[in-house]
Structures are given as structure tokens and as C-alpha cells.
């Protein structure tokens, strides 16, 4: 099955600067790439995904690029702000909308006034 | 997000007894599924399903079951509930574009 591996497990930047959260996954077949924010003690919210076929895709001041030869997808924060503080997801999916996604572990990001 | 509603959201249990996790969405995606969250494990997925009366089993499904009769309702039961199945439990739902939304979540504690 799928692999999804995520770094940094925690990541801590100064407000104003960018954050970088970089994931890998095993499964060549996966074409879905989602990324989810999660505040302490709630859901996880979907903030942006990439598709296989697309190599870079922004929203704002965030940004996710995918490197389907390294198998590899990035998270890139510009301009950070306090809200931004929680912990992130990556996750990869192969197949139609039946199969559930594999997440990474998880990247608790802080930003520091 | 009010699409998607969990009940209950708390519930503490004791181990052997069975216990039912709610799920209901308004919005008639025909996916469904059930993760559970824990420290050091992120979220795994236990059951998914694709439409009414089709479901199958995800990564961690031991000592759960699932049913689904109606679109909008995708209940998770465990039949007997043991310590380790204390988790935080989450469903979620989507549409054909793959995006999954995810509900407010289940803290379950088996004593």
C-alpha cells in the first residue's frame, strides 16, 4: 500500500518569514495530493491540493509544487502569521473518489512573534 | 462544515461493551469514511465506502464494522471495544472530485 512520509515533524519560523513542509510517497499510482490544517481540538481542513498532472498550484499565500519523477510534494507558507500556527497534513491518494487517503504524520508549525 | 455532523462527540466506554459512532452528511456525496486519529500515528483510514450498501475496509478495520443503508448515513460500530481503540475518530465525505471533508470527529475513550 501507500507510504506517505513527512518532514520536518515540527517546524518553527518567525512571523513574517516562510515555512517549506516537504512529504514523499511510495505509490506511483497516486495522482491526488491534498493537505490539511488542523487547529487543537478540531477538524482537519482541506487549504489546498494538487493533481498529478499539474505540477504547481497556488492559493494566496500558499503554494504546493509536485515532483511526480521524486516523488515528492511540497507545502510552501509565504508571509506567516500567527493563524497560521497548527499542524499540517500532506496525504496521497491513487484511484477514483472510493479509495481514502494516506496521510503523513504530521508538521506542528509556530510562528513566533 | 455543517454538512457533516459526528454524534456523539464525547464518549467514554468501558472495554468489552459495544459502542456506535454516528456520521450523517447533508450535502449527498456518495463517499464516505471513517479515520482515527492518534499521537505518533497521524490519521488512518478504517472504513470507506462508495455508495449506499458498498463499503470496504482501510488500513487499521480490525474490531470495527460499518454499514451503510442510506447515502447520508455511514455509522461505525465496535463491537467490543478494547483500550487501544481510544482514539479520536473522524468521518469524512466527497464527491467525485476526490476532495474529502471531514466531520467535527468522535473522542472515544475505553476504560
Redesign the interface.
Do not use: K, M, V
Given at each position: 500500500g501507500e507510504n506517505v512520509e513527512q518532514h520536518p515533524s515540527t517546524l518553527s519560523v518567525q512571523e513574517g518569514d516562510s515555512a517549506v513542509i516537504k512529504c514523499t510517497y511510495s505509490d506511483s499510482a497516486s495522482n491526488y495530493f491534498p493537505w490539511y490544517k488542523q487547529e487543537l481540538g478540531k477538524r482537519p481542513q482541506l487549504i489546498i491540493d494538487i493533481r498529478s498532472n499539474v505540477g504547481e498550484k497556488k492559493d494566496q499565500r500558499i503554494a504546493v509544487t509536485l515532483n511526480k519523477t521524486a516523488k515528492h510534494f511540497s507545502l510552501h507558507i509565504t508571509e506567516t502569521q500567527p493563524e497560521d500556527s497548527a499542524v499540517y497534513f500532506c496525504a496521497a491518494k491513487a484511484g477514483g473518489g472510493a479509495d481514502g487517503l494516506t496521510f503523513g504524520k504530521g508538521t506542528h508549525l509556530i510562528i513566533q512573534p | 462544515?455543517a454538512g457533516i455532523t459526528q454524534s456523539p462527540r464525547y464518549k467514554i466506554t468501558e472495554t468489552g461493551r459495544q459502542v456506535t459512532l454516528m456520521c450523517h452528511q447533508t450535502w449527498s456525496h456518495?463517499?464516505m469514511?471513517w479515520?482515527r486519529q492518534d499521537l505518533?500515528?497521524?490519521?488512518?483510514?478504517i472504513y470507506?465506502s462508495?455508495a449506499a450498501d458498498i463499503t470496504?475496509k482501510?488500513?487499521v478495520p480490525d474490531g470495527y464494522v460499518v454499514s451503510r443503508s442510506k447515502t447520508e448515513n455511514f455509522p461505525l460500530t465496535l463491537e467490543s471495544a478494547t483500550r487501544s481503540q481510544t482514539s479520536v475518530y473522524?468521518c469524512a465525505s466527497?464527491?467525485?472530485?476526490?476532495?474529502?471533508?471531514?466531520?467535527?470527529?468522535t473522542r472515544l475513550t475505553v476504560l
Open positions: - | 462544515d456518495s463517499y469514511f479515520y505518533g500515528h497521524g490519521l488512518r483510514l470507506y462508495a470496504d482501510g488500513e473522524f466527497g464527491a467525485l472530485g476526490n476532495e474529502q471533508f471531514f466531520g467535527p470527529g
